[in-house]
């Protein structure tokens, strides 16, 4: 079982730089999100989407854009790196059962530098 | 804004004695679940236990069991004969209101000593 699978683990970029994190899930999950962790800190949600063609706004999104084109895919653009921006990132995704929102199954995350 | 406290930023504890962990959380949904993740240094996300909001009975998962607080929104992570391995940072999360996303706490740090 693959589960959710980020590409790639390690990145280091510099200032103004651009890329794409790569996320895709193979478990048929309708909802997917973008997260990011500072260090010795909780998680903010940058992203998230309830469906293919469906993506809003989570708590921190300045500087990052998302497309979600299939359910198994949910990609994350950086645009114009920033010191500010490293961090890690972990994908997640869930779905719904009968109480509502299950548990988030989280990819290996990303640690991106930005230098 | 909807919020998950956690009021413990770090805590330690002695191999194979008891720990408790607390959360406190809002949301105005009436049915959902709550969850606590452990997050080890290898940084990988694990769900450790999941409670059913219209359960009262208390979930367990092995050393590990909740004490859910419904009118209290209270709900707490006990770890019973702590291990090396349960070293890691522990969060507590719930659904926001509307039930597309998950609100993670802030995390405790929590140390097992030898």
């Known amino acids: 079982n693959a589960g959710v699978t980020q590409t790639p683990k390690f990145r280091i970029l510099k200032i103004g730089q651009s890329m794409t994190l790569q996320c895709t899930q193979d478990m048929n999950h309708n909802y997917m999100y973008w997260y990011r962790q500072d260090p010795g800190m909780g998680l903010k949600l940058i992203y998230y989407s309830v469906g293919a063609g469906i993506t809003d706004k989570g708590e921190v999104p300045n500087g990052y854009n998302v497309s979600r084109s299939t359910t198994e895919d949910f990609p994350l653009r950086l645009e114009l790196a920033a010191p500010s921006q490293t961090s890690v990132y972990f994908c997640?995704?869930?779905?719904?059962?009968?109480?509502?929102?299950?548990?988030?199954?989280f990819g290996q995350g990303t640690r991106l530098t930005v230098v | 804004a909807q919020t998950v406290t956690q009021s413990q930023p770090e805590m330690s504890v002695q191999e194979a004695e008891t720990v408790t962990l607390s959360c406190t959380y809002d949301t105005s949904e009436s049915n959902y679940y709550l969850f606590w993740y452990k997050q080890p240094p290898s940084r990988q996300m694990i769900l450790v236990i999941r409670?059913?909001?219209?359960?009262?009975q208390n979930a367990t998962e092995n050393r590990f069991s909740v004490n859910f607080q419904k009118a209290a929104k209270s709900f707490s992570l006990k770890i019973s004969d702590s291990q090396l391995g349960d070293t890691a940072m522990y969060f507590c999360a719930c659904p926001d209101t509307g039930g597309f996303k998950t609100i993670f706490g802030a995390g405790t740090r929590l140390f097992v000593k030898a």
């Open positions: 409670q059913e909001a219209y359960k009262q």
């Open positions: 997640a995704s869930s779905y719904t059962a009968g109480q509502g929102l299950t548990e988030a199954f």
